[in-house]
């Protein structure tokens, strides 16, 4: 089974129904929970999201979200060491001509270095990056 990258955007437009992106994300969503999935995010993402809900006054969704992300077997977190970060800032640097976020040049390091080709996500950061996303 291919391993997916599973981004902020992404999981943000699974929960919250009056996103631009929710109806898209909870189909696209229903139909990947038909095969065992295989998903990566990295804790910065994670810390994306509890902020997001946090910042929006939804502490116990963030708690319920984080708890969820945490507990699930299909989720591996790639944690955010001092090398990956100096990784990422240099990716930051070294893209200047693009809005990337740091969390993205990140994302996208270890999409390199795990070869996972795909992301889901709504962030055209990806495509820009060369790579697939979905949906």
């Known amino acids: 089974m291919t391993p997916l990258f599973i981004d902020t955007g992404y999981l943000i437009a699974l929960e919250v129904a009056d996103d631009q992106y929710h109806n898209v994300a909870f189909k696209h969503w229903q139909g990947l929970l038909k095969s065992p999935l295989h998903l990566v995010t990295t804790s910065y993402v994670f810390s994306e999201i509890v902020t997001f809900f946090n910042s929006h006054n939804y502490q116990s969704k963030a708690i319920e979200i984080g708890s969820r992300l945490i507990s699930s077997p299909s989720i ?4 955010i060491d001092e090398s990956l970060f100096y ?49």
């Open 76 to 79: 591996k977190f790639i944690h």
């Open 87 to 135: 990784k990422g800032w240099q990716y930051l640097k070294k893209h200047n001509d693009k809005s990337y976020s740091l969390t993205d040049c990140i994302s996208f390091i270890i999409m390199t270095q795990l070869e996972i080709k795909t992301a889901l996500s709504f962030d055209k950061h990806f495509m820009q990056a060369g790579f697939k996303k979905l949906p």
